[in-house]
C-alpha cells in the first residue's frame, strides 16, 4: 500500500484521457466527442445498461413483436444489393440458447464492422420470418471479447470512433491505476455507516464491473446519493448563508389583530391552512428573516395565510406588501383582501379609541397624480399598513416606513433581481418573504429546486367545494357536444371561457388564432351569445374593459389566449372549453382549469383535440390525467414521471445539472436523506472546514455563480 493520500475527483479531473494506455491521437478526439477529456470524464460516464449475460439477455426467451436485449456472437455476414439496389446486410448470429438473423438495410458498413467470433448485443424487435427469428436494423452494441457476467453498455453512438468495450477498457485501466492508493471519500463515515453507502472506491469499481445486479444497485446508490449531497450541500450552505448575514424582525405572535381577523372569517380555517400559519408564525417570530414557499393547488385558500402573515406585521408596527405579477391581479387581490378584512381594526393604544381603521392601498402604474402622492406618503409615514401592488411596489421612489413582511403571488415571475431590490427596501432589516405559487412541484423537487426556501403546502382544499368535472372531446363529432354544453350553461345563466390553441413560436400567430376562434365561433358554434376576446396584444385598458364586462356579467363567453392563466377570479364562470388541449403541458391545463370551479355550481372543463394519424392509438397521457385527477400534487407527480426531471432542471437548475445518476423521480428518498445529511454537516461545520475534500469537490463541479457564496465565506 502507497502512504500517498487517496486520490480525489479532482485528481482525477487533472489526469488528461491521453495519458492512458492506448489512447493516441484518434481515440482521443473519439472520447472528446462524448465530451471525455479527463479521467473523471471518463470514470463518471456511466454505462447506460447493465446486461445479465446469465439469466436474460438470450434468443430462446425473445417474443415476436416485442422489443428485447439479446447478447450474441456473430457467426456469419453477407452482403448483397437489393432489387431496388439498396444494399442488405444479412447476420447470422446465436448464443448457446439458438440462433436468429440480424438484417441491416442500408448500412454497408456492417459488413466491415461485424466480424465473425465477435460478441455484440442487439436492441430491437423480433419478428418471425420463414420459421425463425430475424430482427431488421436493431441497435448494436460492440462488446467485445468480456467474460463477467454482467456486461456494462456504455453510451456510444454508431457513428462515432470508440465502441462500447473500448470505453469500458479505459474504464478499467482507470480504476486499476488508482487501486493502490485508493479513491477518497468525502462523506462522514457515520453517515455511510447509517445510511449504508457502500465506500465510494468500491462504488466506481462495481458500477462499472459490476459482479451481480445487487453490486451495481449499491454502486448506483451511493454515487446518486453523492450527486444530490453536492447540490443539497450547495442549497444549505446558501441558506444558512443567507440567515446568518442579515437580519430580521422578530415579530410578535398571535396578537390581538390576527387573532381578530381569524375569529370574523365566515369559515374555520382548515387544518392545511392553520399549519401553514404555524409554520410561517415560527419564521416570523425567529430573527433569522423569513424564506419560504406557500404551495397550494387553486382554490386551496392561500390568500387568507398571506394575510394573516401581512398582519402579523402590521400588529408590531409594521407594514406589509402583497405583489402581484400583473396590474389586472394587483386589482383583483386589492378588491378581495379589502373584502376578506372588512372594518378589521388595528389596536392602538395610542390612539384615543385604543384602535383605528387598517389601511389597504394599492399601487399601481395606474394610480397617478394625487392619488399616487398620497399613496406613496402613507408608505413612507407609516399610515399605509398594507400595499398591494406590481413590482411597482418595489421601484426606486416606492419608500416603506418599516415593511416587515412581503408576500409575492406566482413566484416564477419574481426573480432574483426583485428579491435583492426588496433588501434594499429596507433600511437595517430584512423583511420576512413568503413566495406564493399555485403550481405544486412535488416535495423533492421542490428541495431541489427551492432547496434554499423552506417549503408550507396547503395540500387540503376548503370542504363544500364542487368537484371540477373534466371530460376529453376528441375530434369533431364530441367537439360538437362541447358546444351544445357550452350552450346549456350560458341558457341556465352561468358563463364560459374558451381557452384557444397555444402557438408557442409566435405571440402574434397565437393572436391571430384567437382572433380568428373568435370569429369562427360568433358566426357559427356560438352565435346570438355574447363573446368577447382577450389576449396579450391589446392594452391594459382594453384587458381591464373586456375582463370588466365579463365579471358583471354583460358578456357569456370569453374567448382568451392563456393571459388568463393566473388569478382571474369569475365564480359564475362554470364551463371552460381548452382548444388544442394537446399543446399544453399538465401544469398549464390545469392552472387553466382552475379558473372554473370557483363558485357554488357545478363546474365542467372540456378538453378538445384532434383525433391523432395512428388510429389505434389515440392514447393522450397528459390530457388523461387530467380527466382523471385534479389534485394538483398528483397532476405534478404524473407529470414529472411522464417528462422526467430535464425541464425542471434545465431551468430553475442551470449549472447545477451535474445529475447523471440520481433523478428526482426515482430517487425520491435518496434526495431526502440526502438534504438530511447536508444539514447535519453544514449545521457541524458551515464553511466545511473540516471536510476539505468535500468542499473541494463544490469547487470543482459547480460554476462560480453556484456558489458564489463559498467563496464570500
Ligand atoms: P388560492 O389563492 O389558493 O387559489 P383563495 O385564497 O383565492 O385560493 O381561496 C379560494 C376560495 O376559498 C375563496 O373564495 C376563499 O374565500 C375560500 N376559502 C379559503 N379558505 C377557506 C376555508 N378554510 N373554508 C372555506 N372556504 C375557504
Ligand atoms: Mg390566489
Redesign the pocket.
Known amino acids: 500500500m502507497s502512504t500517498r493520500p487517496p486520490i480525489t475527483l479532482r485528481h482525477l479531473a487533472g489526469i488528461d484521457v491521453g495519458q492512458l494506455k492506448g489512447v493516441g491521437e484518434k481515440r482521443r478526439a473519439g472520447l472528446a466527442a462524448f465530451d471525455i477529456d479527463t479521467v473523471l470524464d471518463l470514470v463518471t460516464t456511466y454505462p447506460r445498461r447493465w446486461v445479465d449475460r446469465t439469466n436474460e439477455a438470450r434468443i430462446s426467451d425473445l417474443v415476436p413483436g416485442q422489443e428485447a436485449l439479446v447478447l450474441v456472437t456473430v457467426r456469419s455476414v453477407t452482403k448483397r444489393a437489393t432489387r431496388n439496389r439498396r444494399t442488405m446486410v444479412n447476420v447470422n448470429v446465436g448464443d448457446g440458447s439458438g440462433r436468429m438473423e440480424v438484417v441491416f438495410f442500408n448500412q454497408p458498413w456492417r459488413e466491415r464492422q461485424l466480424k465473425e467470433g465477435l460478441q455484440i448485443s442487439l436492441y430491437g424487435k423480433a419478428d418471425t420470418y420463414r420459421g425463425g427469428l430475424q430482427m431488421t436494423n436493431p441497435i448494436v452494441d460492440l462488446i467485445g471479447d468480456r467474460t463477467g457476467r454482467i456486461v456494462p453498455i456504455y453510451p456510444q453512438s454508431e457513428k462515432a470512433q470508440i465502441s462500447t468495450w473500448e470505453i469500458a477498457g479505459l474504464v478499467e485501466e482507470a480504476l486499476r491505476r488508482c487501486h493502490d492508493r485508493g479513491i477518497a471519500d468525502p462523506v462522514p463515515i457515520e453517515i455511510r455507516r447509517r445510511l449504508a453507502l457502500v465506500d465510494r472506491g468500491m462504488a466506481f469499481t462495481l458500477i462499472h464491473l459490476p459482479e451481480t445486479m445487487r453490486d451495481k444497485e449499491h454502486a448506483r446508490r451511493r454515487l446518486a446519493f453523492d450527486e444530490l449531497l453536492r447540490v443539497q450541500l450547495v442549497l444549505v450552505m446558501r441558506k444558512r448563508e443567507l440567515e446568518r448575514t442579515s437580519r430580521g424582525l422578530s415579530h410578535e405572535i398571535g396578537g390581538e389583530l390576527v387573532r381578530r381577523f381569524h375569529a370574523a372569517?365566515?369559515?374555520?380555517?382548515?387544518g392545511a391552512?392553520l399549519r401553514a400559519i404555524a409554520e410561517i408564525d415560527g419564521d416570523l417570530a425567529s430573527a433569522n428573516p423569513m424564506h419560504r414557499l406557500l404551495q397550494?393547488?387553486?382554490?386551496?385558500?392561500?390568500?387568507?395565510?398571506?394575510v394573516s402573515t401581512l398582519l402579523a406585521a402590521v400588529q408590531g408596527g409594521h407594514q406589509g406588501a402583497l405583489m402581484a405579477p400583473t396590474e389586472v391581479l394587483a386589482e383583483q387581490h386589492a378588491t378581495?383582501v379589502r373584502a376578506?378584512l372588512g372594518d378589521l381594526r388595528v389596536p392602538d393604544p395610542d390612539n384615543l379609541f385604543g384602535e383605528r381603521p387598517l389601511r389597504v392601498e394599492l399601487l399601481t402604474n395606474r394610480i397617478t397624480g394625487t392619488e399616487r402622492k398620497e399613496v406613496l406618503a402613507g408608505l413612507a409615514d407609516g399610515s399605509v399598513d398594507i400595499a398591494i401592488g406590481t413590482h411597482a411596489l418595489i421601484q426606486e421612489g416606492v419608500a416603506f416606513h418599516s415593511l416587515g413582511a412581503v408576500v409575492v403571488?406566482e413566484q416564477h415571475r419574481f426573480g432574483v433581481e426583485q428579491r435583492a431590490a426588496l433588501r434594499d427596501k429596507s433600511s437595517g432589516h430584512v423583511p420576512d418573504l413568503l413566495v406564493?405559487t399555485?403550481t405544486p412541484i412535488p416535495r423533492t423537487a421542490a428541495m431541489t429546486v427551492y432547496g434554499d426556501l423552506d417549503v408550507s403546502v396547503?395540500d387540503e382544499l376548503?370542504?363544500?367545494r364542487t368537484p371540477i368535472t373534466t371530460r376529453w372531446a376528441n375530434g369533431p363529432l364530441l367537439e360538437a357536444e362541447v358546444w351544445g354544453d357550452v350552450r346549456t350553461e350560458v341558457a341556465a345563466g352561468r358563463q364560459a371561457y374558451v381557452v384557444c390553441p397555444l402557438i408557442d413560436e409566435s405571440e402574434k400567430l397565437e393572436v391571430a388564432s384567437a382572433e380568428e376562434t373568435y370569429q369562427r365561433l360568433a358566426a357559427d358554434e356560438l352565435r346570438g351569445l355574447r363573446l368577447g376576446l382577450l389576449h396579450g396584444r391589446l392594452s391594459s385598458g382594453e384587458k381591464e374593459a373586456t375582463m370588466g364586462l365579463f365579471r358583471a356579467g354583460q358578456l357569456d363567453v370569453l374567448v382568451a389566449t392563456t393571459v388568463i392563466e393566473v388569478g382571474v377570479?369569475v365564480?359564475n364562470a362554470t364551463i371552460m372549453v381548452i382548444l388544442d388541449a394537446d399543446r399544453f403541458g399538465i401544469a398549464q391545463l390545469h392552472q387553466l382549469r382552475?379558473r372554473v370551479g370557483?363558485g357554488q355550481h357545478a363546474s365542467r372543463c372540456w378538453l378538445v383535440t384532434q383525433p391523432g394519424d395512428d388510429p389505434l392509438d389515440q392514447s393522450n397521457p397528459r390530457v388523461e390525467a387530467l380527466v382523471k385527477s385534479t389534485d394538483g400534487f398528483e397532476l405534478a407527480e404524473i407529470d414529472l414521471d411522464l417528462r422526467g426531471e430535464g425541464t425542471l432542471m434545465s431551468t430553475a437548475q442551470k449549472g447545477r445539472s451535474d445529475l447523471k445518476l440520481a433523478s428526482l423521480r426515482r430517487d425520491r428518498e435518496l434526495v431526502q436523506l440526502a438534504r438530511d445529511a447536508a444539514f447535519e454537516i453544514v449545521d457541524a461545520d458551515p464553511h466545511l472546514a473540516g471536510h476539505e475534500v468535500l468542499r473541494d469537490e463544490l469547487d470543482l463541479l459547480f460554476t462560480e455563480e453556484d456558489e458564489g457564496f463559498l467563496a464570500k465565506s
Open positions: 372569517l365566515p369559515y374555520p380555517l382548515t391552512q397550494g393547488d387553486v382554490g386551496a385558500g392561500k390568500t387568507v395565510v398571506a378581495g376578506l403571488d406564493m399555485a396547503l376548503p370542504p363544500g377570479d365564480p382552475g370557483r
